[in-house]
């Protein structure tokens, strides 16, 4: 197991999962915490990289890695699409449209039995060892191989997205979540730039997708319901919107709470529940953004 | 037109009165105090679970006019601890707490009155058909159209006639401005507030008797809600209403031709809405914000 997980009593799945859901939460976080914009239906594009790779491995028979590009394309794509439908509003009306769009793909996803599964969801395959040719990698039967190819593509789409964010282009993003009308004064296109920060985040947050198909072997349309999409920004304000690692340890916290919660009872959606309340109530600025207001 | 499609568009169109009915409750909140109340559909919920739990005691019609006032009472209280501080915050936050608060509702309902459905009693004699040829046409579903038409038709007559809903319509504008007026803002969102959550139980009451009583019918009734909002229009009760009706009407028509794509169906629409005409039907200049 990797070694912290056993300081935490936990096992390599749970640490999987933290890392996938921690890259999730840290996508939506580009354009929530860092471009201002309320998403809330972020789920469809985790699940469309969840349902691609599936379907790439379950159809046609890819590897591992060809299965997260084929899941992350699809979910990009569409991303691009709707991004242009929704792009000129804003608030609470842009946060209602992405729910509804998220609704759309869970009910195709749902009704369309014969290709996704429907609600049983798409099972009868599983991740690919990889095979670079020189050497091989068994990910599938060695979960603990497959934490650490999962911690690399985190690594990777975590790097680019830093390297983004303190770009020129990352720093009008901000200007955009700070003060929109002087940003648009100052010659930054708006409609343009939320639509460009909006594909960045569906696309990272699809690759988080693709990769929690292969750590189950299995996708079903719960990870494109409404939901999942509140656990997400949850986790980004609970750790902290306004810091680049906060929505990780909001993904941390969230995780292992679920995990452990939904163990010991079966109200566990009351408390998740209440820790929406109680976040939102009494710790909007999350976990860094006290530690942050503590040390300053 | 066979049978079927007057059938489903009838069905359609009743079933798109409950949307609307919860949509009117969501945008007066929404309208007002700029809160995605996401704990609507919870309060339609519990609408309906405290009629069920009422009737055996006071009958259907006791039941169909306390039930929501019930409801509503729990709103306001919810409203008064819970949303109160987040009114001029984000509307991020307020979004995130009646989402919580949902999963609550849900899990709440499900451990007072379990998991499976349960029968919701309506008076016998409402069940029975009216006409010989058109079965569908049974006294349940007349009267519920009668009842959604007078409360939609009392909420507009609130509105217009009355000083309070005259502030509402005023407060939707402009709230800074009501409030230098005198007008004192808080019991204004909060009653405001309640005559949603009072929508929302009604329709619960209602949507009871129709479509059967599970502890997800909020869950399942509070997304076409948004897209009728979307449909008809940001900022208007009215587009609110039609996009309500249309959107169950489309709905059921689209059962007859297209049965998998029925829930679909209502989110091209609202695609197509956006594509062509992002204010939605009915809705304002310079509302999207």
Redesign the interface.
């Known amino acids: 197991m990797p070694f912290w997980m056993n300081a935490i009593g936990g096992y390599t799945e749970l640490a999987t999962r933290i890392v996938v859901m921690g890259l999730a939460a840290m996508s939506l976080n580009f354009l929530l915490g860092f471009t201002g914009v309320l998403s809330f239906g972020h789920a469809a594009y985790f699940g469309l990289g969840a349902y691609g790779a599936a379907m790439a491995i379950k159809y046609l028979g890819v590897g591992s890695i060809p299965a997260i590009l084929l899941g992350v394309v699809v979910a990009t794509i569409a991303a691009m699409i709707i991004g242009a439908l929704i792009v000129k509003l804003r608030g609470v009306y842009f946060a209602m449209v992405t729910i509804a769009f998220g609704q759309v793909f869970y009910f195709i996803a749902f009704r369309w039995n014969a290709v996704t599964g429907g609600d049983d969801g798409l099972t009868g395959w599983h991740r690919l060892p990889i095979n670079f040719g020189f050497a091989e990698f068994d990910i599938y039967q060695n979960d603990r191989a497959f934490y650490y190819f999962a911690l690399v593509i985190f690594a990777i789409c975590v790097g680019a997205m830093a390297l983004l964010l303190n770009s020129p282009f990352g720093r009008s993003l901000i200007a955009i979540r700070e003060n929109e009308r002087r940003a648009r004064f100052l010659g930054v296109p708006i409609e343009f730039h939320v639509w460009l920060s909006f594909v960045i985040s569906c696309l990272f947050v699809s690759a988080a997708g693709a990769l929690y198909a292969l750590l189950n072997n299995f996708t079903d349309p719960r990870a494109l319901r409404v939901d999942l999409s509140g656990n997400l920004v949850i986790m980004a304000v609970l750790g902290g919107m306004r810091s680049f690692w906060g929505p990780l340890v909001g993904a941390a916290i969230f995780v292992a709470l679920q995990d452990y919660v939904s163990s010991q009872t079966q109200n566990w959606m009351s408390v998740i529940g209440l820790v929406f309340v109680l976040v939102v109530r009494f710790f909007p600025r999350g976990v860094l953004g006290m530690l942050r207001g503590a040390r300053a | 037109m066979s049978q079927v499609v007057l059938f489903n568009v009838f069905n359609g169109l009743i079933v798109g009165a409950f949307y609307a009915l919860m949509a009117l409750g969501l945008s007066l909140i ?1 309208n007002l105090s ?1 809160v ?1 109340n996401f704990a609507h559909g919870g309060f339609l919920a519990l609408g309906a679970y405290l009629a069920y739990t009422l009737i055996p005691y006071t009958g259907f019609w006791i039941a169909l006019l306390v039930a929501p006032l019930l409801t509503a009472a729990l709103g306001l209280v919810v409203e008064r601890i ?1 949303i109160r ?2 009114y001029g ?5 307020s ?3 009646t ?10 309902t ?2 007072l009155w379990g998991a499976q459905s349960v029968p919701f009693q309506v008076p016998q004699w409402l069940m029975t058909s009216l006409s010989s040829q058109y079965f569908f046409l049974t006294g349940y579903r007349v009267f519920m159209m009668v009842i959604v038409a007078v409360a939609v038709g009392g909420l507009f007559a609130v509105l217009k006639y009355t000083r309070l809903g005259m502030r509402i319509r005023a407060g939707t504008r402009d709230l800074d401005t009501v409030s230098t007026l005198g007008v004192n803002v808080r019991v204004l969102r909060s009653l405001n507030f309640g005559i949603g959550i009072y929508m929302a139980g009604l329709a619960g009451v209602l949507a009871a008797g129709l479509l059967g009583l599970s502890p997800t019918i909020g869950a399942n009734l509070i ?1 076409p809600s ?2 009728a ?2 449909v008809g229009g ?1 900022g208007s009760l009215l587009g609110t209403l039609l996009g309500g009706l249309l959107i169950g009407v489309v709905s059921g028509l689209a059962a007859v031709y297209f049965p ?2 029925t ?2 169906v209502i ?2 629409m ?2 197509l809405v ?2 062509v005409r ?1 204010r939605g039907l009915l809705g304002e200049e310079g509302r ?2």
């Open positions: 929404l700029g995605i819970l501080p987040l915050q984000d509307p991020l936050y979004l995130l707490l989402f919580g608060l949902a999963y609550i509702f849900e899990d709440m499900r451990l997304m948004f897209v909002i979307i940001l998998s794509a829930e679909a989110y091209v609202m695609g956006l594509l992002p999207l914000h």
